[in-house]
């Protein structure tokens, strides 16, 4: 009974009156027509012309749901009202012609069916009603219906039967069709081939971005709260021994929340309105313009950073192509970071420009400059205590893989683990010849 009378049947039902009262201006349409080619005469009062301005119309209304908003409002509406799966139609107008084409096979029956649906539901409850009525309103059976069933000669007490049946065919009816439209629709509305295509290409382009903003995040935010904890950890040490120590801890902090409010704000910006050159938004940090103010806010936490820095022939970091910069300062960032959450120590880091040997690096080789060259970054650091509270190292944290997406985006690679007593994160860029 749930499938005949329940909330899903009724919504379908009303679908279906929606599809009646569409197709009225085209069988109006058609009515004068036939009207006018029968002899002037008025097509409503003849059943047979009234069957044949329905069966004109349903052309005309194949022919114009080839063009318009048809497919967006037929899903919109079968989405609301038959309970169909979204993810099973199509969005967007069809912009093939076979999809037109399903489109318009979907509008034709959906307004066919709904015509007829419409007409019973407007004819069979009154006349039901009237039926059942029979044996207890004596004038009823005096009424003429054109068969003359339930005259005065005739037995009254079948009508009640016959109007139960109407009203039950009624509801047969409207189900079946409701069920019909609603199975069709998924094969005439649902997304062709190149609809599937087009929105895999969309949800690449959003989760690209989606990664994109959540490596930015990791590597601001994490490293700024890995620093600024071992910082303060350092000041609480050394209150009472160092108060100069103190003095540079804290600016330190206060360097480095300032510098991470900024880069955040810049994220999240993104995140609001998707523009990354907004005037008022901090510019990214590279190697040229961040790594010295990096590795001093490193070393305010206590850590002892080495850093030996060769720029080979682009002169020094402002040479170097600016997303290969941008991309360099990432990863270092990332790797002080993990030495800080998870070695001990003092980090030896080594970043330089050499000859290429890779494919990646022969192929970024500019019609200038034919010898490839890449980009080394190499950093080390023993690993902590078996009885250090620090967790332990397992090299395939969120962090690392954000280094190893970083390098593949420019053909290179990033290396991390165990070299001996020591934890090794080298990394290889190719230079190509100018930003991209």
């Known amino acids: 009974m749930n499938r005949l009378l329940g909330a899903r049947a009724r919504w379908r039902w009303v679908h279906q009156i929606l599809g009646g009262a569409l197709l009225m201006p085209y069988f109006l349409l058609m009515q004068v027509v036939v009207g006018v080619v029968a002899g ?7 059943a047979p012309l009234s069957l044949l301005a329905y069966a004109l119309c349903l052309p005309l209304v194949a ?46 029956l959906h307004l066919g069916t709904g015509a007829l649906i419409s007409g019973m539901t407007l004819a069979v409850p009154p006349m039901a009603v009237a039926l059942i009525a ?30 139960i049946g109407l009203l039950a065919g009624l509801v047969l009816c409207a189900a079946g069709a409701g069920w019909l439209l609603a199975r069709t629709a998924p094969v005439l509305l649902g997304p062709t081939p190149a609809d599937r295509l087009a929105a895999a290409e969309e949800r690449a382009c959003d989760l690209a971005v989606r990664n994109r903003l959540a490596r930015e995040l990791h590597d601001a935010v994490g490293h700024a709260l890995s620093a600024v904890t071992l910082q303060a950890a350092a000041a609480r040490r050394m209150l009472e021994r160092d108060p100069e120590f103190v003095r540079e801890a804290l600016a330190a902090i206060e360097d480095t929340t300032r510098r991470t409010v900024g ?7 993104l995140l609001r309105d998707g523009d990354p050159a907004r ?12 790594l010295d103010g990096l590795l001093a806010r490193t070393r305010a936490g206590g850590t002892t950073v080495t850093a030996h820095q060769d720029p080979g022939p682009v002169g020094d970091w402002a040479g170097l192509p600016a997303i290969a910069s941008r991309e360099a300062y990432r990863i270092v960032q990332e790797g002080l970071s993990n030495a800080l959450r998870h070695g001990a120590g003092p980090v030896d880091l080594r970043i330089r420009v050499r000859a290429g040997t890779g494919t990646a690096a022969t192929a970024t080789a500019t019609a ?13 650091n023993p690993p902590a205590a078996p009885d250090d509270d620090r967790e332990p190292r397992s090299g395939g944290g969120s962090g690392l893989r954000g280094a190893a997406e970083r390098a593949a985006l420019l053909g290179g690679s990033v290396e991390a683990g ?8 080298r990394a290889v860029l190719p230079l190509a010849g100018g930003d991209r």
């Open 40 to 46: 002037g005469v008025n097509a409503l009062d003849s």
């Open 63 to 108: 022919a114009t749901a080839l063009f318009g908003p048809v497919r967006p409002m037929s899903v919109a509406a079968v989405r609301a009202m038959c309970r169909v799966p979204g993810e099973a139609l199509a969005d967007g107008p069809a912009t093939s012609w076979a999809a037109r084409g399903r489109a318009s096979a979907w509008w034709t």
């Open 134 to 163: 029979v044996p207890v309103v004596g004038r009823l059976r005096d009424v003429r219906l054109g068969y003359g069933w339930f005259t005065t000669d005739a037995t009254p007490y079948a009508a009640p039967l016959v109007g």
């Open 263 to 269: 880069e955040l704000d810049a994220v999240l910006g």
């Open 279 to 290: 005037p008022d938004a901090a510019p990214a940090p590279t190697l040229a313009t961040d």
């Open 368 to 380: 200038h400059d034919t010898a490839p060259r890449e980009l080394e970054i190499t950093m080390t």
């Open 418 to 425: 165990p070299r001996g007593d020591h934890w090794r994160l």
